[in-house]
Antibody, heavy 118, light 106 residues
Framework: EVQLVESGGDLVQPGRSLRLSCAAS????????MHWVRQAPGKGLEWVSG????????AYADSVKGRFTISRDNAKNSLYLQMNSLRPEDTALYHC???????????WGQGTLVTVSS | DIVLTQSPVTLSVSPGERATLSCRAS??????LAWYLQKPGQAPRLLIY???TRAIGIPARFSGSGSGTEFTLTISSLQSEDFAVYYC????????FGQGTKVEIK
């Protein structure tokens, strides 16, 4: 059974940093690209970032480019999102997901909540 | 960035009726479009990719069509479990989502 379990969400002050993790199981992790997608409370989905199977291709939404860094460790079946210079508008439930390339997402995790507030 | 505009924002439909949802792209994206369903408190679920290919396990009542800038998701006969929010996503140039269409019980 495919499982994606996010962790690391927390309440942080504006300007601070946070690192999210996503633990994958039930599939061959290094066969798939991975994504981060966020959803602000009561709002729609916003794609944040994607990374190819071998980290050779990485892409970011303009809203996070230069502040967030996506990475993966295929030996640990894990995906990460380093978030720096956090803003209140980054408050959201952050989902990780897998897919065939930086394309569509065929399976999603339940998400981890990030709240940016003073 | 490519902007996706979904319509209508809310669609009221009776069980057993047909539902038609639209997604318009601000520039041509060929068929690099996916559709997802999201129920309250749950993660999204992939329905359609490449504009018209059903994902594994998705019932035949869901169908997708379109190319270029105009896309449609059709649910031929709404079941109780289909009342949810639907999102389109383009993956032609990085990725963006539409704002969603809520399908509610009439």
């Amino acid at each position: 059974e495919v499982q994606l379990v996010e962790s690391g969400g927390d309440l942080v002050q504006p300007g601070r940093s946070l690192r999210l993790s996503c633990a994958a199981s039930g599939f061959t992790f290094d066969d798939y690209a991975m994504h981060w997608v966020r959803q602000a409370p009561g709002k729609g989905l916003e794609w944040v970032s994607g990374i190819s199977w071998n980290s050779g291709r990485i892409a970011y939404a303009d809203s996070v480019k230069g502040r967030f860094t996506i990475s993966r460790d295929n030996a640990k079946n894990s995906l990460y999102l380093q978030m720096n210079s956090l803003r209140p508008e980054d408050t959201a439930l952050y989902h990780c997901g897998k897919g065939p390339g930086i394309t569509f997402i065929d399976y999603w995790g339940q998400g981890t909540l990030v709240t940016v507030s003073s | 960035d490519i902007v996706l505009t979904q319509s209508p924002v809310t669609l009221s439909v009776s069980p057993g009726e047909r539902a038609t949802l639209s997604c318009r792209a601000s520039q041509s994206i060929s068929t690099t479009l996916a559709w997802y369903l999201q129920k309250p408190g749950q993660a999204p679920r992939l329905l359609i990719y490449a504009a018209s290919t059903r994902a594994i396990g998705i019932p035949a009542r869901f169908s997708g069509s379109g190319s270029g800038t105009e896309f449609t998701l059709t649910i031929s006969s709404l079941q109780s479990e289909d009342f949810a929010v639907y999102y389109c996503q383009q993956y032609n140039n990085r990725s963006t989502f539409g704002q969603g269409t809520k399908v509610e019980i009439k």
